[in-house]
């Protein structure tokens, strides 16, 4: 069977922390790449803040709820079966995120983190 959920390299966008102005006028701009990208970072920490738990896509490491989060993996396009596209986020440690692009993508990619996706899934 295909794994058709492992994250394909060309669907992964990376914001980093320092970034994220420079995404918000991209949205601004009419970028709909960017208003997903945000909008699913936005719901990460909505989801964090009501208790669910997230590790680093690099390194596996649990998100604590006041840790700051580095840089965050996207991942687009997922179609939803009403036929909405949805963006996928994974986080990045702060440790994690003083390693470059390619070495960030690199481990994200190989890691099974769609599969914990969507946190209505997960374990409360
Ligand atoms: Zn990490």
Sequence with gaps: MP???KP?????????RQ???LWREEIA??????????SATNQWFEDR?????????CCEKMFGSADGVNAFIVNI??????????????????ECGTQDDDW?????LCRPWLSFWPPGDSIH
């Design 104 to 108: 960030i993508i690199d481990q994200a």
């Design 3 to 5: 794994d058709e959920r």
């Design 49 to 57: 803040r009501n208790g669910i738990a997230f590790s680093c896509v």
């Design 29 to 38: 701009q009419g970028n709909d790449i960017a208003r997903l990208v945000i």
């Design 8 to 16: 394909k390299r060309e669907r992964i966008f990376l914001m980093r």
């Design 77 to 94: 396009p997922i179609r939803q079966s009403d036929g909405k596209v949805m963006a996928i986020p994974a986080g990045v440690c702060n």
């Design 19 to 21: 970034d994220k102005e």
